[in-house]
Each structure stands twice: as structure tokens, then as C-alpha cells.
């Protein structure tokens, strides 16, 4: 790993958690080091970390990627430390009234993104990572797997950008720049692959993993998934709405797969609680 620099965390102190990596920003306020959970391989984070570069070199608003870094036990990379950032739940979190604008602005936004045709000759497809996800993660069961890649096949192809892990968690702002951040699943596809995750996030999470992914209750994720969607659709039409809603479903289960077999590193059965939902939206 001679690619990797060794970092000491006694020069860090601990800002985030997400779903597979912690972030520490650096004591001299210039960088921020994410490192992934133990047992996530390097080539993780080197694929991330790629993709970063190839993000910002597109030009979409996010920190510089600097180098890629290494604890001793996990791995990660390091970036530009926005000063004074903080986080769209971050600030709902601390300032309630501001769900409805940061929703609002946030579909904005999400719709500037879609709207960006997408470098194909450097990006992943995410119907392609997805896939690749399914067909090598061995705990799969097969039943399951049949039923995924058979629903993955019947998706439509696109070649717009994607954030890839989109929610409202996922973009910060210094009150003159908005940027996004957690880009490694960057990639192209239709924006279901998405908008989907911004709905799973409303629907399914509990009132703990809320409160530390995000800093939100859920009924403030379901009231901004309410808001956001009438806003990136234009539309408040509730007959409308509950058919857009309905179509993320067979995303949903197929992106909960690509994420939670990352993070099992294709090894191990999923839990049954995820296999039965998993199938019941799949069916």
C-alpha cells in the first residue's frame, strides 16, 4: 500500500459518522481525513478516491481531493476542509424553521445536478456497480440474487450524473458556496438510482440512526422528503406523487442491496429482516 500516507489521529479529533467511514478533521483546520470501517478494503477507498478527482475535475462543486491516507488499521483519503461548513441537517438540526427553504433548495440543486450530462468514458454506470455488487456478494441467497438481477435488467439506461449516495446529509454549505461531498459513488444512470435514497432515508430509518447520520428526527426526514419531492417535481399533485414514489421502489431495494453488501464486502447472508423487505419491494 505504498500509495497510502500514514496519518496520526492524535492530530485529527472526530466530526462524522456515516454508514461505512468516520471523518476527523485535522487540528490545523485545513483538511479532513474520512476513514472507511474496518474490514472495507483499500481498493475502496482508492475507487473513491479516484472518482473524487474525476468530480472535481468536472467542475461540480465539491472539496479538492488531496491524498490518499491510512491509520494503520483502515483506509481513507484526505480533502480540502471547508471552513466554517456546515451540513443541510446539521443546520435543520439546529435551526428547524429551515426545512422547508434547505428542502426547497436542495431540489434545486439535486435537479442542477441531473440535469449535467455525464462524463461515460470516465464515470461507472451505477446499474453496472449495482449489478457487480449482487453477483459478487457469496452470502447472496440465490432466490434473492434471481430476483434482483432480473429487476436491475428490466431498468431503464441513462446517461445522466449522479450523486450516488444523494440526501440532504450530503451537502454542506460556508454560506457562499453549496457543496457536495461523499462523491465516491458518483456516476451516471437515471436519477431514481437517486432520488430513491432520499426517500429510503424518510422511510425506513430508526429514530437512533437518524439521530446520528443525520441530527433529525424521522418524521423531519418524511417532512422533508414531502417537501423536496413536490419541489423537484413540480408538482403537489398527491395522485402524481404516490405514482413517482411507488416507481423508486425497485431502486430502493436494489441500492439497499449494492450499499449493505459493500459494507459485508461480498461475504456473509444479509439479515432476514432486509431479505424480506428487500423482496417485498422487489415483487
Known amino acids: 500500500m505504498d500509495n497510502y500516507e500514514k496519518i496520526n489521529l492524535d492530530d485529527y479529533f472526530q466530526t462524522g459518522e456515516g454508514g461505512t467511514a468516520l471523518t476527523y478533521n485535522h487540528k490545523d483546520g485545513k483538511t479532513l481525513a474520512k476513514l472507511f470501517m474496518p474490514g472495507m478494503g483499500a ?33 481513507g483519503a484526505e480533502y480540502e476542509l471547508i471552513p466554517n461548513k456546515r451540513s443541510f441537517t446539521r443546520i435543520i438540526s439546529q435551526e428547524p424553521e429551515q426545512l422547508e427553504p434547505l428542502s426547497i433548495l436542495f431540489a434545486k440543486l439535486a435537479k442542477e445536478l441531473h440535469a449535467k450530462e455525464a462524463d461515460t468514458s470516465r464515470l461507472p454506470s451505477m446499474k453496472e456497480l449495482v449489478r457487480n455488487e449482487i453477483v459478487r456478494w457469496q452470502g447472496l441467497p440465490e432466490d434473492l440474487r434471481g430476483m434482483a438481477l432480473g429487476a436491475l435488467d428490466a431498468l431503464p439506461d441513462a446517461t445522466t450524473s449522479l450523486h450516488g449516495d444523494l ?8 454560506g457562499q458556496r453549496n457543496l457536495w ?8 444512470g437515471c436519477p431514481e438510482w437517486d432520488l430513491c435514497m432520499i426517500l429510503h432515508v424518510a ?26 419531492s ?16 411507488k416507481e423508486l421502489s425497485r431502486y430502493i431495494a436494489l441500492k439497499q442491496l449494492f450499499y449493505i453488501g459493500k459494507i459485508y464486502n461480498g461475504a456473509g447472508a444479509p439479515p432476514d429482516a432486509i431479505i424480506a423487505m428487500t423482496k417485498q419491494l422487489l415483487g
Not at 167 to 174: A, F, L, V, Y
Not at 181 to 188: A, E, K, P, T
Not at 209 to 218: E, G, I, Q, T, Y
Not at 230 to 245: F, I
Request: glycine share 6%; hydrophobic share 35%; no cysteine.
Open 230 to 245: 413536490a419541489a423537484y417535481y413540480g408538482t403537489t399533485n398527491p395522485t402524481v406523487l404516490e405514482s413517482k414514489q
Open 181 to 188: 461531498i461523499d462523491v465516491g459513488d458518483f456516476s451516471y
Open 203 to 228: 422511510q425506513h430509518l430508526s429514530e437512533q440512526r437518524a439521530d446520528n447520520v443525520f441530527h433529525l428526527k424521522p418524521e423531519m426526514l418524511k417532512k422533508h422528503w414531502e417537501i423536496f
Open 167 to 174: 440526501h440532504i446529509g450530503n451537502i454542506i454549505t460556508d
Open 43 to 75: 481498493e475502496t477507498a482508492e475507487r473513491e478516491f479516484k472518482v473524487n478527482k474525476v468530480v472535481y475535475d468536472m467542475g461540480i462543486p465539491t472539496p479538492k481531493p488531496i491524498r490518499l491516507v491510512t491509520d494503520g488499521t483502515r483506509y
